[in-house]
């Protein structure tokens, strides 16, 4: 899976004020990865989420 290197930027004014949305943002590149090792992380994260709310709404 190819993906993009990003350059971003955020005033420190919006920091402050919890705004994270950049001011600018620039490509600075590609890379190959692999889908494994990119989305393992955020599966491992929403799995455990996922389960603990199947088992609050299922009645017993």
Same mark, same amino acid.
């Given at each position: ?12 004014k919006?920091?402050?004020?919890? &705004?994270f949305?950049?001011?600018?943002e620039?490509?600075?590149? #590609? /890379?190959?990865?692999? $889908? &494994? ?9 929403? #799995? /455990?989420?996922?389960? $603990? ?8």
């Open positions: 899976m190819k993906i993009a290197i990003l350059k971003t930027s955020i005033s420190r919006k920091l402050l004020k919890g &705004d949305t950049p001011d600018s620039e490509i600075v590149g #590609y /890379e190959e990865v692999d $889908e &494994d090792e990119f989305y393992g992380p955020l599966v491992k994260i929403f #799995y /455990e989420k996922i389960k $603990e709310a199947s088992k609050e709404s299922v009645p017993n």
